[in-house]
């Protein structure tokens, strides 16, 4: 079945960019998410990107994609420490809302 | 966006009881609704889709019998947790898709179980 992994853990220091990677196996994945998700909150949608985008750029958020080796990174510029907290990436395909869900990484940003 | 509550946000239960977890959609009407449990330190797993006016559909590996949901209203699924026991506790959390380009789901801020 697909699969998402991600690593486990970040840190970094505050001003710094953070980079959290992401890999799929899901040749069919139509569309990239990723989410964040604070202690005791919902996850909250960051930012998404079509499967046909090599990068999209939202504010301190950047995401690349390279679909050929189905790795996905969210780089986070100038992190501040209200970015503590655990990223999630998800893929779904075309014409579902089934998401598969990463296995989380939790960004500490030290002050 | 789309305001997605859950209630209670957190319950302590005594194996062998049976537990109620309610998702509402506040602003939003939704046919359907997605449940997803989280182990610690774990991904979100989706357990079943919930559907306006029938029958919920299971993933695979996943008890209906012991996993009750009911899509009552385009604004309430509710999940049952019957005959709890210490295994069954994890965070649940609801989602309900909204359309639009890019497929997404809003997401309930969870319920927290325990299972003594």
């Known amino acids: 079945g697909e699969d998402v992994e991600q690593s486990l853990f970040l840190s970094v220091r505050e001003g710094d960019s953070s980079v959290i990677n992401c890999t799929y196996t899901d040749s069919s994945s139509t569309y990239l998410y990723w989410y964040k998700q604070e202690p005791g909150a919902g996850l909250q949608l960051l930012t998404y990107i079509f499967s046909n985008m090599d990068m999209k750029q939202d504010q301190r958020l950047t995401v690349l994609l390279n679909k050929k080796d189905k790795h996905l990174s969210l780089r986070i510029a100038d992190t501040q420490t209200g970015d503590s907290a655990i990223y999630f990436c998800a893929e779904t395909g075309s014409g579902t809302y089934k998401y598969i869900f990463g296995t989380g990484t939790r960004l500490k940003v030290l002050a | 966006g789309a305001v997605v509550s859950q209630h209670p946000s957190w319950v302590i239960c005594k194996s062998g009881t049976s537990v109620k977890i309610e998702c509402r959609s506040l602003d939003f009407q939704a046919t359907t609704m997605f449940w997803y449990r989280q182990f610690p330190k774990q991904s979100l797993m989706l357990m079943a889709t919930?559907?306006?006016?029938?029958?919920?559909?299971?993933e695979q590996g996943v008890e209906k019998d012991k996993f009750l949901i009911n899509h009552a209203s385009l604004t309430l699924s509710t999940l049952t947790v019957t005959s709890a026991h210490p295994e069954d506790s994890s965070f649940y959390i609801c989602s309900f898709p909204v359309g639009g380009l890019h497929n997404e789901q809003f997401f309930g801020p969870g319920t927290r179980l325990t299972v003594l």
């Open positions: 919930s559907n306006e006016g029938s029958k919920a559909t299971y």
